[in-house]
């Protein structure tokens, strides 16, 4: 089984791929995507089932699903396609209803729609396993701040039950990042605060690296797209 990122910068895109000759996973599914594979196109595990793990409906974690859907109907998947979001968002159902609204009767897979509460196990193969924890995220403006909290979680692959990999998504600090990433083969842990003050919704530098130490390895990803260059798109 490998595991690896495809992209991952804040405010932008994060997409990771986990795969085994048996399934094909993806955690998150930003913008570009399709980028990402061509990029890889000799070596793409496709031709097996693909398991969509969202972590929250923010369009840098699922952005790109609906060209992705549309690629794999233009190469005639065949496979199973299950797309898997947190109960209560909207946006990934948004996605997918107005995908199926045009392109349901010319489909080549079937398509599905599952949503996880935390603590949910999803089993994907005899031996992988996929958990759901809670997770603590708000979305912000740039000028305006930080706006309500949404539904999202982080994931937990089990492989004959030893965690495997873990991937926080977005998040603040708090016990179940604690609990998702523990003893963790392998944690990818977002460090989108990495230059700012301790907050309730993204991860400072410091507080990705105590979490990480918790695992065996880990790597931060979701880093910030320097913001004050943003500003001068607006
Ligand atoms: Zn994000
Ligand atoms: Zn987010």
């Known amino acids: 089984m490998k ?25 998150d599914i930003g913008d570009g995507i399709l980028r990402d594979i061509v990029e890889r196109v000799k070596t793409f595990p496709f031709r097996r089932p693909i398991h969509i793990f969202i972590t929250h409906g923010h369009y840098d974690h699922c952005g790109g699903l609906y060209s992705f859907l549309g690629f794999l109907r233009m190469l005639g998947h065949k496979h199973p396609v299950c797309v898997y979001s947190p109960e209560g968002g909207d ?16 489909l080549s897979y079937p398509l599905e729609d599952i949503r996880l509460s935390p603590g949910d196990k999803v089993k994907i193969s005899a031996q992988v396993e996929i958990e759901s924890y809670q997770m603590q995220h708000r979305g912000s403006i740039i000028r305006v701040g930080a706006l309500l909290p949404i539904p999202s979680l982080g994931y937990a692959i089990y492989y004959n039950k030893e965690k495997w990999v873990a991937y926080t998504g977005d998040t603040g600090y708090h016990r179940n990042t604690e609990l998702l990433v523990d003893n963790a083969s392998f944690a990818y842990i977002e460090a989108t605060n990495e230059k700012g003050e301790s907050n309730s919704y993204h991860l400072t530098l410091d507080e990705a690296h ?22 001068h798109l607006y």
């Open 91 to 106: 946006e990934v159902q948004a996605i997918l209803k107005s995908f199926l609204s045009v392109q349901k009767s010319s």
């Open 210 to 231: 105590k979490l990480g130490r918790l695992a065996k390895n880990y790597r931060l990803i979701h880093k910030r797209y320097e913001s004050r260059l943003l500003e």
């Open 3 to 27: 595991h690896e990122v495809l992209y991952s910068v804040a405010g932008i895109a994060t997409q990771i791929l986990v795969s085994d000759e048996n399934f094909l996973v993806l955690l």
